[in-house]
């Protein structure tokens, strides 16, 4: 029993010695090590000779009580060395030193391990974007890495990194005719909710607003409401969160271009009204797509490249590159020519001048903005749009217009841009209803064929036949032939003969546009191109349907 005793307080001993054993080295393992982790970034800089320079532009630019803030930040220290190197231009003035300062430090904590095989792209506090490697940041090199620290990481760099001109501020730094042209898209904007109210008028109830307050600039380009949100950021080339390619055309360039595609933007007119609309119309097209989504190499250009926001497929040569410029969001190239493509005469959304789709639910029958759709008559009719399934099992819709009892009965259609450009014309017409005969086909008896709503394409006036654009006199069906005799095939039930849809697109002829037709010119929609699908010259009910998938107008620069 004794020696039972001693062995249980013999274990109860080794027990108490083991835990005390296991607390002593979990408190090693916890304790912190890294003295680093007890440091400010401030306390750093500022006890590294090295980095004195910087340290004092800290302070001057009263960043070292930012540094002092709860927040992380990653800081690139430039040694004294680096600093001397700087142009004084740089650094010449508060404002300069402040943008300077804040170029070499991004909120959040950036580590090189986390970098992988592309730069990160990583915003600064003075909104500039850098680009962030492994052994880089902005093309300075790295030479002292990830010192973790309480409030975040700093890196020392053996160059400064000097504030990059984004795309828009290298461009407006020039004196090319680009430049002028995009400055003169710069307007004043009041908008009340920024303007300073005085008081409110006691007769009115308006409110009176101080002189000057209110008013902002907005660039027609940078703020253009042709773009989604997403793509206009991409265009903007003076947003610092996307990354491209821009080109600056050189003044011959520029010029050479407008001789080209003037043409295109022909306004009616020989005042000098229309002729500043066209030139100024012009300039726009040149511009409007010029930049590029992502850095391009000039010595690996790809074959084909699609402009931003509108499409448009250039075909870059590096032969005319004449100066490359590293900017803060990406890239800029001054060329002597551009290469792209204005069209063919084939369906290419990605041409210069687009191709139109006019739908054929997409009805505009108002002769201006106001008057009602005049021509619409379905008294006892039906008008209806449609939603059916190709054989290929795409699903399509069609505008649908039958008993309307009226003869040369139309649908006005407004294409919101029309260059002034030749255009091939097609469209489909797709029935898919009253597709038997009257009659049997066989004894042949009136009736025994299908009856047809003729419909034609007219521009500008649907009473007139514009030249080259007859009816169609059998649209929306298509035979059915046997492939062995070449002939109409015959239902063996009901004798008559066998019509289908006709899912294929027509080719219907050619047209000139006499001039550029856009519903933002300053007529509005009285400055559009009337298009008009024109049905039969007939009163009776099923020989004058309108129907309509589509219209295609394909440009033939």
């Given at each position: 029993?004794?020696?039972?005793?001693?062995?249980?307080?013999?274990?109860?001993m080794?027990?108490?010695?083991l835990?005390?054993?296991?607390?002593?080295?979990?408190?090693?393992?916890?304790?912190?090590?890294?003295?680093?982790?007890?440091?400010?970034?401030?306390?750093?800089?500022?006890?590294?000779?090295?980095?004195?320079?910087?340290?004092?532009?800290?302070?001057?630019?009263?960043?070292?009580?930012?540094?002092?803030?709860?927040?992380?930040?990653?800081?690139?220290?430039?040694?004294?060395?680096?600093?001397?190197?700087?142009?004084?231009?740089?650094?010449?003035?508060?404002?300069?030193?402040?943008?300077f300062?804040?170029?070499?430090?991004?909120?959040?904590?950036?580590?090189t391990?986390a970098?992988?095989?592309?730069?990160?792209?990583?915003?600064?506090?003075?909104?500039?974007?850098?680009a962030?490697?492994?052994?880089?940041?902005?093309?300075?090199?790295?030479i002292?890495?990830?010192?973790?620290?309480?409030?975040?990481?700093?890196?020392?760099?053996?160059?400064?990194?000097?504030?990059?001109?984004?795309?828009?501020?290298?461009?407006?730094?020039?004196?090319?005719?680009?430049k002028?042209?995009?400055?003169?898209?710069?307007?004043?904007?009041?908008?009340?909710?920024?303007?300073?109210?005085?008081?409110?008028?006691?007769?009115t109830?308006?409110?009176?607003?101080?002189?000057g307050?209110?008013?902002?600039?907005?660039?027609?380009?940078?703020?253009?409401?042709?773009?989604?949100?997403?793509?206009?950021?991409?265009?903007?080339?003076?947003?610092?969160?996307?990354?491209?390619?821009?080109?600056?055309?050189?003044?011959?360039?520029?010029?050479a271009?407008r001789?080209?595609?003037?043409?295109?933007?022909?306004?009616?007119?020989?005042?000098?009204?229309?002729?500043?609309t066209?030139?100024?119309?012009?300039?726009f097209?040149?511009?409007?797509?010029?930049?590029?989504?992502?850095?391009?190499?000039?010595?690996?250009?790809?074959?084909?490249?699609?402009?931003?926001?509108?499409?448009?497929?250039?075909?870059?040569?590096?032969?005319?590159?004449?100066?490359?410029?590293?900017?803060?969001?990406?890239?800029?190239?001054?060329?002597?020519?551009?290469?792209?493509?204005?069209?063919?005469?084939?369906?290419?959304?990605?041409t210069?001048?687009?191709p139109?789709?006019?739908?054929?639910?997409?009805?505009?029958?108002?002769?201006?903005?106001?008057?009602?759709?005049?021509?619409?008559?379905?008294?006892?009719?039906?008008?209806?749009?449609?939603?059916?399934?190709?054989p290929?099992?795409?699903?399509?819709?069609?505008?649908?217009?039958?008993?309307?009892?009226?003869?040369?009965?139309?649908?006005?259609?407004?294409?919101?841009?029309?260059?002034s450009?030749?255009?091939?014309?097609?469209?489909?017409?797709?029935?898919?209803?009253?597709?038997?005969?009257?009659?049997?086909?066989?004894?042949?008896?009136?009736?025994?064929?299908?009856?047809?709503s003729?419909?034609?394409?007219?521009?500008?006036?649907p009473?007139?036949?514009?030249?080259g654009?007859?009816?169609?006199?059998e649209?929306?069906?298509?035979?059915?032939?046997?492939?062995?005799?070449?002939?109409?095939?015959?239902?063996?039930?009901?004798?008559?003969?066998?019509?289908?849809?006709?899912?294929?697109?027509?080719?219907?002829?050619?047209?000139?546009?006499?001039?550029?037709?856009?519903?933002?010119?300053?007529?509005?929609?009285?400055?559009?191109?009337?298009?008009?699908?024109?049905?039969?010259?007939?009163?009776?009910?099923?020989?004058?349907?309108?129907?309509?998938?589509?219209?295609?107008?394909?440009?033939?620069?």
């Open positions: 029993m004794k020696l039972m005793k001693q062995n249980i307080l013999l274990l109860l080794c027990t108490a010695v835990f005390s054993s296991c607390e002593k080295k979990w408190d090693e393992h916890t304790e912190v090590k890294d003295a680093n982790f007890t440091t400010q970034l401030l306390d750093q800089i500022n006890k590294n000779p090295d980095l004195s320079k910087f340290a004092e532009y800290l302070k001057q630019t009263h960043y070292d009580d930012t540094l002092r803030s709860s927040k992380s930040y990653t800081v690139w220290a430039p040694t004294n060395q680096a600093l001397a190197a700087v142009n004084p231009d740089l650094i010449d003035s508060d404002a300069k030193l402040l943008r300062v804040e170029n070499h430090i991004a909120n959040q904590t950036f580590l391990t970098v992988g095989s592309q730069p990160l792209r990583i915003k600064t506090l003075n909104d500039k974007t850098v962030f490697t492994a052994t880089s940041v902005d093309g300075s090199p790295i002292s890495k990830d010192l973790y620290l309480a409030d975040g990481v700093l890196h020392v760099i053996s160059a400064a990194i000097t504030p990059k001109q984004s795309a828009w501020e290298y461009l407006m730094s020039t004196n090319t005719i680009q002028q042209v995009l400055s003169s898209l710069t307007t004043m904007v009041f908008d009340p909710q920024r303007a300073e109210v005085l008081n409110i008028d006691p007769l109830g308006k409110p009176n607003y101080k002189p307050t209110g008013f902002y600039s907005v660039n027609k380009f940078l703020d253009r409401d042709d773009f989604s949100a997403q793509s206009g950021r991409e265009a903007d080339i003076s947003h610092e969160d996307s990354t491209f390619t821009y080109i600056v055309l050189t003044d011959a360039a520029f010029t271009e001789s080209k595609l003037s043409k295109y933007f022909k306004v009616t007119g020989t005042d000098q009204v229309s002729i500043d066209t030139n100024n119309l012009t300039d097209n040149i511009i409007k797509d010029l930049a590029f989504k992502g850095i391009l190499d000039k010595e690996n250009f790809p074959a084909n490249v699609l402009s931003v926001g509108d499409s448009v497929r250039f075909h870059l040569d590096k032969n005319a590159v004449v100066e490359t410029h590293q900017v803060s969001n990406g890239v800029v190239y001054v060329m002597s020519s551009i290469n792209y493509d204005l069209g063919n005469g084939t369906f290419d959304m990605y210069k001048l687009k139109i789709i006019i739908q054929g639910e997409s009805i505009n029958n108002s002769i201006n903005s106001d008057a009602s759709l005049s021509n619409v008559k379905l008294t006892n009719g039906t008008f209806e749009t449609r939603l059916r399934k190709d290929d099992g795409h699903l399509y819709s069609y505008v649908y217009r039958v008993n309307h009892g009226n003869a040369v009965n139309w649908s006005r259609y407004r294409p919101a841009q029309v260059n450009v030749k255009y091939k014309v097609f469209w489909r017409v797709v029935r898919d209803y009253a597709l038997e005969p009257a009659a049997k086909a066989i004894p042949a008896v009136p009736g025994s064929t299908l009856v047809y003729p419909l034609r394409f007219a521009i500008g006036i009473a007139n036949v514009t030249p654009f007859n009816y169609v006199t649209p929306g069906a298509v035979r059915v032939m046997n492939p062995v005799t070449n002939t109409q095939k015959i239902d063996p039930v009901t004798g008559k003969y066998v019509y289908a849809p006709d899912y294929e697109e027509r080719y219907l002829g050619e047209f000139t546009a006499a001039r550029y037709y856009s519903n933002k010119l300053k007529d509005g929609i009285k400055s559009t191109l009337a298009v008009y699908q024109v049905g039969a010259n007939s009163t009776p009910n099923g020989t004058n349907d309108i129907i309509l998938d589509y219209i295609k107008l394909v440009p033939v620069p």
